[in-house]
Antibody, heavy 116, light 112 residues
């Protein structure tokens, strides 16, 4: 059974950095695409970005709203995908989800709160 | 950016009655490879989205056959043949034919 577990969410001050992890069980992260989404409190879902499989060149794409501040990466031996977030703003406060490339498995999410 | 317009905003349905949600796209979601890149998800309170439908009309594994997706091009519909208590939540459509991936605004389904 495939399971994705996000971790690393925290309360941070504006301008600080935070790295989220998505640990995968039941699949090899290097063999598939992985995506990150977020959902601000009481709002809808927003795509953040993805990383494709090794076989597809590990291509990374981002939403324009985070492109210069967020970085997606992957550690294949550890089977973990990462979302590094820099220069955090209040508007980045949300629950962050990782998913498989086919969107058929989602983690439970991890909460990031940005506030002074 | 592709805009997905979902209607209605909310739906109150008696148990056993049908329900229908519309998702209209600002651009065609039919790719030249023949695939329609339209998904449906259900999000229950405090939970991550649950995948329901992919490529416009195919149910993900384990999804009840009371749910069906239909449509083509720019107009899509999610139908629940007989609403049950477990169907309560917010339904979202999502397109993945073009970056950025975008979602509809959501439709809240509640039981009358």
């Amino acid at each position: 059974e495939v399971q994705l577990v996000e971790s690393g969410g925290d309360l941070v001050k504006p301008g600080r950095s935070l790295t989220l992890s998505c640990t995968a069980y039941g699949l090899n992260v290097g063999d598939i695409a992985m995506s990150w989404f977020r959902q601000a409190p009481g709002k809808g879902l927003q795509w953040i970005g993805f990383i494709t499989s090794k076989a597809s060149g590990a291509t990374i794409r981002y939403d324009a709203s985070v492109k210069d501040r967020f970085t997606i990466s992957r550690d294949d031996p550890k089977n973990i995908a990462y979302l590094q977030m820099n220069s955090l703003k209040n508007d980045d406060s949300a629950v962050y989800y990782c998913t498989t490339g086919a969107f058929d498995s989602w983690g439970q999410g991890t909460l990031v709160s940005v506030s002074s | 950016e592709i805009v997905l317009a979902q209607t209605p905003l909310s739906l109150s349905v008696s148990p056993g009655q049908p329900a229908s949600i519309s998702c209209k796209s600002s651009q065609s979601l039919l790719h030249s490879d023949g695939t329609t890149y339209l998904y449906w998800f259900l999000q229950k309170p405090g939970q991550p989205p649950q995948p329901l439908i992919h490529v416009g009309s195919n149910r993900f594994s384990g999804v009840t056959d009371r749910l069906s997706g239909s449509g083509s091009g720019t107009d899509f519909t999610l139908k629940i043949s007989r609403v049950e208590a477990e169907d309560v939540g917010v339904y979202y459509c999502m397109q993945s034919i073009q970056l950025p991936l975008t979602f509809g605004g959501g439709t809240t389904v509640e039981i009358k």
